[in-house]
């Protein structure tokens, strides 16, 4: 009968110690909000991509820095 009680003490303590962890993994991914991923372009003079957030926009295209649009479009 001992043993019985035991068993069940420990089994108890895992399931609450496995529960415990679920509710603490779901804490932290609950409180991000997904990220979209950026839309890449290609640099018109050397075809690197880059994210569109940080391209440089020109009138041939997105460029990957101010010299290359310097280059191509001479501005």
Request: hydrophobic residues 40%.
């Amino acid at each position: 009968m001992k043993l019985l009680i035991v068993l069940l003490a420990v089994l108890a303590g895992v399931w609450l110690w496995q529960r415990g962890r679920r509710l603490q993994d779901n804490r932290r991914t609950d409180g991000a909000a997904p990220r979209k991923a950026l839309p890449m372009v290609r640099c018109h003079r050397c075809g690197v991509h880059v994210p569109g957030g940080d391209a440089i926009k020109g009138r041939e295209g997105a460029y990957c820095s101010l010299a290359h649009r310097r280059d191509t479009e001479g501005a």
